[in-house]
């Protein structure tokens, strides 16, 4: 134990100058000791060589944490919160329909915290500049949460789409019509690319296009 303590004075001593401190140990493997006592023996050392520092066991300003594999020691100098779920990559690849807006970021980012790699679909009715605009939230969620792994920004000119329908289609089918070809279009780009499943971002009431009324006929 004692080469572990000398190890986490070295690596700790700046960082516990004047603080609070306490000592955390994860162990695996078959050990002459347990994790309590490597605690208290490189807690006491490090108390001991350290004047300004002081044990704290309870919300201590530093926790030093220590993990024992077998022969093998970690010092963990720093602990990063993430996402969440399940690592990225672990489950199917998805489509997500993405518009800008709040409902397909979001669900574009709870698929991810399931395991998914997410990759976007946007179809334009707005021009350039909408396009921009869709590519930064897509950017910024897929370099906030899924950068890890590359994804596909797939962008479709539907303005003929709309004209065709405005032309053709009922006024009280035009959302519902629209959202019918969205889907289509995303499934030919899902089965190119092999992926298996489609993420629409919809909410029971949430816009006209997604109450029960708009597929009767």
Request: charged share 25%.
């Amino acid at each position: 134990m004692h080469d572990i303590f000398e190890k986490a004075l070295v690596q700790y001593r700046d960082q516990l100058e004047g603080k609070t401190f306490c000592v955390r140990v994860k162990r695996r493997g078959k050990h002459d000791f347990s994790s309590i006592d490597v605690e208290r023996y490189v807690g006491g050392g490090l108390n001991q060589h350290i004047e300004s520092a002081r044990v704290k066991l309870t919300n201590p300003e530093v926790t030093v944490h220590l993990e024992v594999e077998d022969d093998r020691l970690l010092l963990i100098k720093g602990r990063y919160e993430g996402i969440g779920g399940f690592p990225i990559g672990t489950q199917e690849d998805v489509l997500s329909l993405i518009s800008g807006g709040f409902d397909s970021g979001v669900s574009s980012y709870m698929l991810m915290r399931r395991g998914c790699r997410v990759h976007y679909c946007f179809f334009n009715l707005g021009g350039a500049a909408h396009e921009i605009g869709v590519r930064q939230v897509a950017h910024y969620l897929w370099n906030r949460f899924g950068s890890s792994h590359r994804v596909r920004f797939v962008a479709i000119n539907f303005e003929p789409v709309v004209g065709e329908i405005l032309e053709k289609i009922d006024d009280g089918q035009m959302g519902v019509i629209l959202k019918r070809m969205m889907v289509r279009a995303a499934s030919k780009v899902a089965e190119r690319y092999g992926v298996q499943a489609l993420v629409t971002g919809e909410a029971l009431g949430q816009v006209s296009s997604q109450t029960p009324d708009q597929p009767a006929p």
